[in-house]
C-alpha cells in the first residue's frame, strides 16, 4: 500500500543559511522503522530535484522518533540574499510530507 | 522540589505584541524571556544608532514595558531579552525615563556588554583571528571595509550575574536565545559551570520555548487539531533544579502543548542533533525523552551535555549588494499563460535596454502554482488567478533601479487581467548579508561588562 508521509508523520522546517533543515516525526515507533528504511537522504534529494542544488544529509533521533534532514544549497543564498519567496524553507516541511512511501497492507500505524 | 515557570513572551521582532503581556496576566510566571534579534537585525540597529546615539535598540520592548512596567516590579517577575541590541545602555536610560513618568522607583536594570565586536575587528584580524565564513571558508579580513556589524554570541552566565545583582530586567545585545531560559536555572539552583547534564537541559529548554508559539500549536503539520489558534498561549517551562522540566502554557488559553507540537519544535533549525553547540554546553538532543503528563503538559527528562567548546559564534553582516522584487496578479481565464507572458516581457525588455542578470541573479516565481516546492506539487493546467513574483539582485544598486521600472507597463502593455500592483516601483534594496564566523572565547569573554543600576 502507497501512502504520503502526511497520513504517518508529521513535520517541521527551516533555514540554517543557505540550507534548509526539514526535521520528520513519525506518529508510532514501527513508523519510524519505516520512514527509517525507506526515506533515506538519496530519496529526499531526488523529492526535492528543483530545490536542492547540493548533497541532502540525515540524521536519525531514534528517542523522539524524527529523522532530521539538512538539504544543501537549497534557498538561493539563504537569508536577506535569496530571491526566493521562501528564503528560509518554511515551507519544506509541507513538501516532504507529500512524498509516498511503501507501507504493509493494513498498516495500523496510519491515520486517514 | 524547587520549581521555577519560565516563559517566552516574544520569538522574533515582530511577534504578536500581546503575547508578554498575556503571559505576565495569564497565570504564574517567574521569568519572561524576549527575543528581538534575527541575524541581521543589528545592522539595521547600528544605522540607527549611526543617526541617532539614543537609538540602536529593539524600540518595541519600551512599549512592553510601558505597559507592564508597575506590574512586573510589584510581583517581582523578571524581564530577560537581547532588545538592549547594540545600545543596551540607551535601552536602560528609556526604560528609566518610563519608570519616571510612571512613578515607579526601586527599580534594577541591568546591561549586558562585550559582545559588539565591531570597533575590534581590525584589531582581531590583524592579530591573526581569521575570523572565516563558516559557510564558504573564506577570511573577513578582504571584506572589512563592507562589515555593517559584528558580535559574539555570549551565553548565560552575564546574564546570570545580572540576576545575582537584582536585576529586575537585564538587557542584552547579542545572546543565545537559549541562554534567557537557562540563566535563571543557573541563578536559581546554583548550578556549576561544569554541570553539563543540567546546563544542557536548561538549554534545551530554551531551545523548545524560544521561538513562541512554535511549541505550543503554532506551525503544527496537523494545524487543524489545535483549538483557538486565535489566542494561543506562549509557551512556560517549570523548572526543576534537578534538570527535568514540563513545558507547558496558561490555563484558558488556545493551542496545546503534546509530545508531537514539542518534537517538532525540537527539529527546528536543527543540525547535528547529537551536538547542539551553545557558549554555556553541547547538548545531545538524541537524549531527550518526551511524555504527556496530562493536558497541555510535556514533560521532559533524560538530557545529556558534554563540555562547551572554546570557540564563540561571531554574527557579522556586510553589504552584499542590492535586490529588489515586485509583484502583479493576473486573474481571469489561461492565468498562467498570462503570468507566463508577463515575466518573459519584462526579460525581454530589459535584456533589449542591456540590463542583464545571471540566471542565479534573477528569480522568477508563479505564485499558486506551487513555487515554493518546484516539482513537488502537481501544476494544474489553468488557475483562476496567479500572482507573478519577479526578483533580481546585483552588486550594482543601477541595473536593479532598472528592473524596477518594467513592472508598472505591464498593467497597459501586457495580457487582460493585470492588476495587484500597488505601492509604486520595486526599490534597490541593501542587501544585509550575513557572515557566520568563530573565535576564540577568552578574546570576547575577558571584556564582557555587566552592570546594573536602580532608578
Request: aromatic residues 6%; glycine residues 12%.
Amino acid at each position: 500500500m502507497r501512502v504520503k508521509l502526511e497520513t504517518i508523520a508529521h513535520a517541521r522546517s527551516g533555514d540554517k543559511g543557505d540550507a534548509s533543515n526539514v526535521g520528520l516525526i513519525a506518529q508510532s515507533p514501527e513508523i519510524y522503522e519505516v520512514l527509517r528504511a525507506q526515506v533515506t537522504a538519496e530519496r529526499v534529494k531526488e523529492h526535492f530535484r528543483e530545490v536542492c542544488r547540493g548533497p541532502v544529509q540525515r540524521y536519525e533521533l531514534p528517542n523522539i522518533l524524527a529523522l532530521n534532514f539538512i538539504l544543501h544549497d537549497s534557498l538561493g543564498g539563504g537569508g536577506t540574499e535569496s530571491l526566493k519567496n521562501d528564503a528560509q524553507g518554511k515551507t519544506h516541511a509541507q513538501g516532504l510530507l507529500q512524498m509516498e512511501i511503501d507501507v504493509p497492507e493494513g498498516f495500523a500505524g496510519g491515520q486517514t | 522540589m524547587k520549581t521555577i515557570r519560565i516563559g517566552n513572551g516574544q520569538g522574533f521582532w515582530g511577534d504578536n505584541v500581546d503575547a508578554p503581556v498575556e503571559l505576565l496576566r495569564g497565570g504564574p510566571i517567574d521569568y519572561i524571556g524576549m527575543d528581538y534579534l534575527a541575524e541581521v537585525t543589528l545592522s539595521i540597529m547600528m544605522r540607527q544608532k549611526l543617526r541617532n546615539p539614543k537609538l540602536g535598540y529593539a524600540t518595541d520592548f519600551i512599549g512592553f514595558i510601558r505597559r507592564v512596567l508597575p506590574e512586573i516590579k510589584e510581583r517581582n517577575v523578571r524581564v530577560l531579552t537581547n532588545a538592549g541590541g547594540l545600545n543596551p545602555r540607551a535601552c536602560r536610560n528609556r526604560i528609566f525615563e518610563v519608570a519616571r513618568e510612571l512613578g515607579v522607583t526601586g527599580l534594577r536594570v541591568g546591561v549586558v556588554e562585550g559582545d559588539d565586536l565591531l570597533p575590534r575587528l581590525k584589531d582581531l584580524t590583524a592579530a591573526g583571528h581569521a575570523l572565516k565564513n563558516m559557510d564558504t571558508g573564506e577570511p573577513l579580513a578582504p571584506h572589512l571595509d563592507k562589515v555593517m556589524s559584528a558580535n559574539a554570541y555570549l551565553g548565560a552566565r552575564p546574564v546570570v550575574e545580572a540576576l545575582k545583582a537584582g536585576a529586575h530586567i537585564v538587557l542584552c545585545g547579542r545572546i543565545t536565545d537559549t541562554a534567557l531560559a537557562l540563566a535563571p536555572m543557573i541563578h536559581e539552583f546554583g548550578w556549576g559551570p561544569a554541570d553539563w547534564d543540567l546546563l544542557a537541559a536548561g538549554t534545551i529548554a530554551g531551545h523548545i520555548i524560544e521561538c513562541g508559539a512554535q511549541c505550543t500549536g503554532g506551525n503544527f503539520s496537523r494545524f487543524w487539531e489545535v483549538p483557538d489558534l486565535w489566542n494561543v498561549g506562549y509557551p512556560v517551562v517549570e523548572a526543576g533544579e534537578d534538570g527535568r522540566f514540563t513545558v507547558t502554557k496558561h490555563e484558558g488559553t488556545g493551542g496545546m502543548v503534546t509530545v508531537d507540537t514539542v518534537a517538532e519544535q525540537l527539529v527546528y533549525e536543527m543540525s547535528d542533533p547529537t551536538g547542539y553547540i551553545t557558549p554555556d554546553v553541547t547538548a545531545d538532543f538524541t537524549s531527550i525523552r518526551l511524555k504527556q503528563d496530562g493536558k497541555d503538559r510535556v514533560e521532559v527528562s533524560g538530557i545529556q551535555g558534554r563540555a562547551n567548546t572554546p570557540f564563540l559564534k561571531i554574527s557579522a553582516s556586510y553589504l552584499a549588494g542590492y535586490k529588489a522584487s515586485g509583484q502583479i496578479t493576473l486573474s481571469g481565464p489561461r492565468a498562467i499563460e498570462k503570468a507566463k507572458l508577463a515575466a518573459e516581457i519584462v526579460w525581454k525588455r530589459l535584456e533589449r535596454a542591456g540590463v542583464t542578470f545571471a540566471p542565479e541573479d534573477r528569480e522568477t516565481e508563479l505564485m499558486g502554482t506551487g513555487a515554493c516546492l518546484p516539482g513537488i506539487l502537481p501544476v494544474p493546467d489553468d488557475l483562476p488567478e496567479v500572482v507573478l513574483r519577479l526578483g533580481v539582485r546585483s552588486p550594482e544598486s543601477a541595473p536593479v533601479e532598472r528592473f524596477g521600472k518594467e513592472i508598472a507597463p505591464l498593467v497597459t502593455a501586457g495580457p487582460p487581467g493585470v492588476t495587484g500592483f500597488a505601492g509604486g516601483r520595486p526599490k534597490p534594496q541593501e542587501i544585509v548579508a550575513y557572515w557566520p564566523a568563530l573565535l576564540a572565547r577568552e578574546e570576547v569573554e575577558s571584556r564582557i561588562e555587566v552592570t546594573v543600576e536602580e532608578v
